[in-house]
């Protein structure tokens, strides 16, 4: 199923979809689309951490921190953040996402906003968290690129930029980790020798990359790496990284404000 396919197909089994305006590409237009579905409602209400964020949220958030969760969804991270103590505020594009986090959750804090332009002021957040792929659904890439920029001016000197993104390499060899049908893995196995590439997966579009290529995006804005982190089955790093259908990374803004992220994982673990 090609792009167009695909969003005149989520159009065409939810006729109150065709709100979204014309002039908005395929991919996006799908991607809005599906947020305002109950299938997706449903896919994002699970609340509890994935392996690596139960890693790496607490090795690098305190308790007290300043956290702003982009893409928050049906506030999964955000409500989960709120109970460790620390002061969280979710933000997210989805009308329908945000009303409904906001009726279930009305002690969180959750605004409508998008990440390509974060209402907030300069260095005003000690952390930053864009979970499950959420920076993967930014579209056309220049949003993804101002978003890691928005990341970059809002975070404290010394401040955590979390985030995870689909593994472009992962598509190679008919990864074990993907449920979808042999068509799928051997059209999109192909996209693995690129450097970034969209993706469809049923009803949503996301941009697929090689770890190289985000780890020079992001430090383009001036954050610096400090880990990364795929799945752990295979006990090789190495393994893990290439096989792991997502991965997480770590970045630090430079400065003085904080410990370095190094010296405050040590503290916290
Ligand atoms: C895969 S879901 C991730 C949900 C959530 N982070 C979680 O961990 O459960 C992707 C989310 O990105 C949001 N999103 C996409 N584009 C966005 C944008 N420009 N600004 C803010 N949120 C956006 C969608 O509305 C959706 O909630």
Request: aromatic share 14%; with cysteine.
């Amino acid at each position: 199923m090609n792009a167009v396919e695909a969003s005149a197909n989520v159009r065409d089994q939810k006729p109150e979809k065709a709100a979204v305006p014309d002039e908005i590409p395929p991919e996006l237009a799908a991607n809005l689309a599906y947020y305002e579905s109950q299938d997706a409602v449903n896919t994002y209400s699970f609340y509890r951490f994935l392996p690596e964020e139960e890693v790496l949220i607490p090795k690098y958030f305190k308790v007290g921190d300043s956290v702003l969760d982009l893409a928050c969804g049906m506030g999964r991270t955000t409500r989960l953040l709120h109970e460790m103590g620390m002061h969280v505020r979710g933000v997210d594009r989805s009308e329908n996402f945000v009303k409904l986090t906001n009726q279930r959750f009305p002690y969180l804090d959750i605004r409508l906003g998008s990440y390509d332009d974060i209402q907030e002021e300069d260095s005003s957040f000690t952390n930053i968290l864009i979970a499950l792929n959420g920076i993967d659904y930014a579209f056309p890439e220049t949003q993804r690129v101002k978003t890691l920029k928005e990341c970059a001016r809002v975070l404290k000197p010394g401040g955590i930029l979390i985030y995870s993104s689909h593994n472009l390499k992962s598509l190679h060899w008919c990864s074990p980790y993907y449920w979808r049908s042999l068509r799928w893995k051997f059209r999109n196995g192909f996209r693995a020798f690129r450097t970034r590439s969209y993706v469809w997966e049923g009803s949503e579009c996301s941009l697929y990359n090689e770890p190289s290529y985000a780890v020079r995006q992001t430090e383009e804005t001036g954050l610096k790496l400090v880990e990364i982190r795929g799945f752990n089955r295979f006990k090789s790093s190495r393994i893990d990284l290439y096989f792991s259908p997502y991965i997480h990374y770590v970045f630090e803004k430079p400065g003085t404000q904080q410990l370095p992220a190094r010296r405050r994982a040590e503290n916290n673990g």
